[in-house]
C-alpha cells in the first residue's frame, strides 16, 4: 500500500547548472516534518521540483532522477509559479488566512491559473494512485485538490491537512470564491488542523457559507461524512535532542561560541514573511538596548532569515526594511568589539543549525500569526545539558503545546523588551525545569505521531464511510425491497412528512404539498387506494395542519408525535391540551427575541422553537443555551425536551413517534412494514419496529435505521421503485391520468389553504 504526499513543493529542489541536475534540501517546516516521516506504508511524493526545465529532454531526465527516489514532479510554467504560486496562493491566501487582509490581492488571472494547477496535480495523482493507497494533500496552495480527486476517483481515501492558520468567518468570507474553496477541501475524508481554533473557525465557516450541519467534528456529505479535527505537527525529536552528540555538530558548536564569544546569545530563526514579526521583534530588541544600557556589549542578536518568495513585492519591501533596521540598531550602538545584531540572510545547514540553538542563551520566536511553528519546538528539543529560555508568541500554534515558554504578545514592543529583560534573568534551576516540562511535550508529539495520529483518524473515517455506504440502498436492496412488498398480504407504510416526503424548507408553512407536488399525492393516493396498505403520516406536525393538507385522502395521520391520531376520517387524541406555564412560555419568547429569525410554533401539545432560517452558528449556540436553561424547568413541569433538525421541543413524554408505531402493531399484525424518516426524533419509530422491518433514514445516517437515502430528492423514485410491481409500467400518459384523477376536494383544499397562507 502506497502513501501520496502531495505538496506544492518537493522536499528537494532541483537546479541545472551546466547541464547537470543539482539536488538541495527544500526549506520550510512542511518539507522538513514529512520528509523526516517514517511509516509503514511506502512514501512518495508529488510536487513541483523547483525549477522550469527547459525543454523536453531535461523534463524526462529531471523527472527519471526523481522518481527514482519516489518524487513525482509536477513542471509548472514560469507563468504558473507567477500566478498560482506568487499570485493566488501568496499574494490572496496566504495573507488573508495570516489575518494581513490589506495585503490580500484579487485577480481572476490568479484564480485561473490555481484552478489549472490544482487540476494538473489531480492528473498527476489520478495517473499513479491505485485502489487502496491513501492520499495525503498539503496545505493551502491545494485546497480545490481533495475535490477535483473525489469527483475523478470516488473511491480514494482522501486526506487534507492545513498547516497555516485557518481564519475565522469574518475574514475567510472576503474571498470572493469562498464556496468553491470549502467544497474542494470538503473532498477529503478527513480535513486536520494543529489547533482547536482553527478547526472551530474552518467549522463555522462551512456551516455559514455553504449551510451545512456538523455535528461535533463531522458532516455528512451524500453517502459519506467528512472528520474536521486538531493535530498538532511535531519534529524529528530524537535527531534534534540528540543533535549535540553529533562531532559536526560539537565542531559547529565550538565555532558558533568563538564567533560569538562571552555575550549573551538570542536566536531568531525565520523565513522572510511579513506573518513572521521579524520588524517587531528588532523594535522590541531597540527598546531593550535603550531602555537597559547594562546589556549593551553583554547581548547578540543574530537573525537568520531564510530568504524566500523575493519576487512578491511585499516580500521585497520587507527585506528592505529589515535591512534598514537592522543597520539603525548597529549604527546606534555598536562598539569595536560588539555588534548587537548579527544579520543571516541565507539558510543554515542542520549542523549549522542545531549549534546555533546548542548555544543560545534565548530563543525569540515571535510570529504574528503562524500556523504551527517547528522552529520553537526545534530550540526546545536540542537542549540537553545547556539551559536556555523560550520566548514564544502566543500567536503561534505552537504555544497551546508549550505552555512553558515566556508567552508573549509579539504587538506589544513592550512586553518584548521585559520578556528579554527575565529570560536573561532566570535562574537556571528555573530554566532547566521549563525545558524539561517542555520536552515531555514534545518528545511524545513528534512528526511520526502526529503523522501516525492522522492516519488512524483518516482510517477510522475510512470505516465508519465503509458502514455508510453498506447502508446506502442499493439496487439489490431495492429489488428484495419490492419483493417482500409484492409477497406481502397485509402491509404497513409509516412516512415522516417534512425532510422526507417533502424537501425542507426555510419556513416550515412553505413545505405544503401543492399542486405542484403531483408526484408525491399521486404516491399517497395510489399506495393508500390499496386495501392491502396501511399508510400512516407520522408526523411532528400539529394536526390541524395535517388536516388542511392531507384530511381529503384515505390516509392514517399521527401528529405532534403522536399527541394526535386519525383514523377512519376521526381524530383522536393521546393528551389532554396543556396549559403551557407562564414562565415556559417567556424563556422561548425571549430566545426568539434575541435569536434572529428564529420563530416560536405554539401546538395542543407540543411548543417547537424553530431556527433553521437563523445564521447557523447563533442557531446552535441559542439552542443549547435554551436547552440549558430549559433543563431544570421541564424537569419541574415533567416535560420532555426533544432536539431535532433546527427545532428544540418541548412535550409530553408519554407520545413519541415509537409510541405511536407501538400503537399501531398492538392493533393489527403485519407481514411487511416500511418506515420512512430524516430526523433524531425518527428514530423513536424505528426503534419501536421489529428487526424485519424495513427502516430507512433519509440524509444523514442512523444507527437505529438498516437503510440509508442520500438525499430527500431519492424518496420518490425508491418508492415508486418498490410499488412498481403492484401498479404496473407508468408511462406519461398514464401519470397524467393519474394526476387529474387526485379527488376534487383535495385540489379545493389546498387552493383554499394557499390563498388563504398568502392574503
Not at 489520478?126 to 493551502?140: M, N, S
Not at 455508510?468 to 406481502?488: E, N, P, Q
Not at 424547568?633 to 433546527?646: A, F, T
Request: proline share 4%.
Amino acid at each position: 500500500m502506497k502513501l501520496y504526499i502531495v505538496s506544492n513543493r518537493l522536499p528537494v529542489k532541483v537546479s541545472e547548472q551546466e547541464g547537470r541536475l543539482l539536488f538541495a534540501r527544500s526549506e520550510g517546516g512542511l518539507a522538513t516534518g514529512l520528509d523526516s516521516l517514517h511509516t509503514d506504508y511506502e512514501k512518495h511524493w508529488i510536487g513541483w521540483p523547483g525549477f522550469c526545465p527547459d525543454g523536453e529532454e531535461c523534463r524526462r531526465k529531471t523527472a527519471d532522477e526523481l522518481e527514482a527516489l519516489r518524487f513525482h514532479p509536477v513542471f509548472l510554467t514560469a507563468g504558473q509559479i507567477a500566478d498560482y504560486y506568487e499570485g493566488y496562493s501568496n499574494s490572496t491566501i496566504w495573507p488573508l488566512c495570516h489575518y494581513f487582509f490589506a495585503y490580500t490581492r484579487y485577480k481572476a488571472s490568479y484564480r485561473e491559473a490555481y484552478r489549472a494547477v490544482n487540476r494538473l496535480f489531480c492528473e498527476t495523482v489520478c495517473r499513479l494512485a491505485e485502489p487502496g493507497d491513501i492520499v495525503w494533500v498539503q496545505d493551502y496552495q491545494l485546497m480545490l485538490l481533495p475535490g477535483m480527486l473525489r469527483e475523478a476517483r470516488p473511491e480514494l481515501e482522501i486526506g487534507y491537512f492545513h498547516h497555516i492558520p485557518f481564519p475565522s468567518y469574518e475574514l475567510f468570507r472576503i474571498l470572493p470564491e469562498r464556496a468553491e474553496v470549502l467544497r474542494g477541501l470538503l473532498g477529503a475524508d478527513l480535513v486536520a488542523f494543529h489547533t482547536h481554533d482553527y478547526m472551530r473557525h474552518f467549522i463555522s465557516t462551512v456551516e455559514r457559507v455553504l449551510h451545512l450541519d456538523f455535528r461535533l467534528d463531522e458532516v455528512q456529505l451524500g453517502d459519506r461524512v467528512v472528520r474536521v479535527n486538531a493535530l498538532p505537527m511535531g519534529i524529528n525529536y530524537d535527531l534534534y535532542h540528540g543533535a549535540s552528540q553529533k562531532p559536526e555538530v560539537r565542531a559547529a558548536v565550538e565555532h558558533t561560541r568563538r564567533l560569538f564569544g562571552s555575550h549573551k546569545l538570542v536566536l531568531a530563526v525565520d523565513r522572510l514573511d511579513y506573518s513572521k514579526g521579524i520588524l517587531h521583534r528588532l523594535w522590541g530588541f531597540a527598546a531593550f538596548l535603550e531602555h537597559h544600557p547594562e546589556y549593551r556589549g553583554q547581548v547578540t542578536l543574530a537573525m537568520v532569515i531564510v530568504p524566500s518568495r523575493d519576487h512578491v513585492g511585499s516580500y521585497a519591501e520587507l527585506k528592505t526594511r529589515i535591512d534598514e533596521e537592522i543597520g539603525s540598531i548597529n549604527g546606534k550602538y555598536s562598539t569595536m568589539d560588539w555588534t548587537p545584531v548579527c544579520y543571516f540572510y541565507h539558510g543554515f545547514a542542520f549542523e549549522e543549525l542545531a549549534a546555533m540553538y546548542c548555544v543560545a542563551d534565548v530563543a525569540l520566536v515571535t510570529p504574528l500569526r503562524d500556523g504551527m511553528n517547528l522552529v520553537a519546538k526545534e530550540y526546545i528539543a536540542t537542549k540537553t545539558d545547556n539551559p536556555g529560555v523560550l520566548i514564544l508568541s502566543e500567536m503561534a500554534g505552537a504555544a497551546v503545546e508549550l505552555s512553558e515558554a515566556l508567552q508573549i504578545n509579539p504587538n506589544d514592543i513592550g512586553q518584548i523588551e521585559r520578556s528579554l529583560v527575565e529570560a536573561l534573568t532566570m535562574p537556571v534551576g528555573e530554566q532547566r525545569r521549563r525545558i524539561r516540562d517542555m520536552q515531555r511535550t514534545i518528545c511524545t508529539q513528534t512528526v511520526d505521531k502526529w503523522a501516525a495520529d492522522f492516519l488512524e483518524e483518516l482510517d477510522a473515517t475510512r470505516r465508519k464511510n465503509e458502514r455508510l455506504r453498506r447502508k446506502r440502498i442499493s439496487v439489490g436492496t431495492t429489488a428484495a425491497v419490492r419483493a417482500a412488498y409484492g409477497r406481502a398480504k397485509r402491509r404497513l407504510l409509516l412516512f415522516d412528512y417534512d425532510g422526507t416526503l417533502a424537501a425542507l424548507r426555510p419556513r416550515p408553512e412553505d413545505a405544503a404539498p401543492t399542486p405542484e407536488l403531483l408526484d408525491l399525492l399521486d404516491l399517497l393516493r395510489r399506495l393508500s387506494g390499496d386495501p392491502a396498505n396501511r399508510v400512516v403520516i407520522n408526523s411532528g406536525r400539529d394536526h390541524e395542519t395535517l388536516e388542511r393538507w392531507f384530511g381529503s385522502m384515505p390516509l392514517s395521520l399521527a401528529a405532534e408525535h403522536g399527541g394526535f391520531y386519525k383514523e377512519a376520517g376521526v381524530w383522536h387524541k393521546n393528551l389532554r391540551s396543556a396549559e403551557w406555564d407562564g414562565e415556559l412560555l417567556t424563556l422561548l419568547q425571549r430566545f426568539v427575541a434575541k435569536t434572529p429569525r428564529a420563530r416560536l410554533e405554539t401546538k395542543q401539545t407540543a411548543l417547537a422553537w424553530h431556527y433553521r432560517q437563523s445564521d447557523a452558528w447563533l442557531g446552535s449556540l441559542r439552542a443549547q443555551q435554551l436547552v440549558n436553561h430549559l433543563a431544570p424547568l421541564c424537569s419541574r413541569l415533567r416535560l420532555q425536551i426533544m432536539q431535532g433538525d433546527k427545532v428544540v421541543e418541548i412535550k409530553s413524554p408519554d407520545c413519541t413517534k415509537g409510541s405511536e408505531v407501538e400503537r399501531l402493531l398492538a392493533a393489527e399484525r403485519y407481514d411487511f412494514i416500511l418506515a420512512l424518516g430524516d430526523d433524531t426524533t425518527d428514530d423513536d419509530m424505528f426503534r419501536a419496529l421489529p428487526p424485519e422491518a424495513v427502516t430507512v433514514k433519509v440524509g444523514n445516517v442512523s444507527e437505529c435505521a438498516a437503510h440509508n437515502l442520500a438525499a430527500q430528492a431519492e424518496v420518490l423514485p425508491f418508492l415508486r421503485e418498490v410499488t412498481r410491481g403492484e401498479a404496473g409500467p407508468r408511462t406519461a400518459a398514464s401519470e397524467g391520468r393519474k394526476g387529474l384523477r387526485l379527488p376534487l376536494g383535495f385540489l379545493k383544499g389546498l387552493l383554499k389553504n394557499n390563498k388563504t397562507r398568502h392574503e
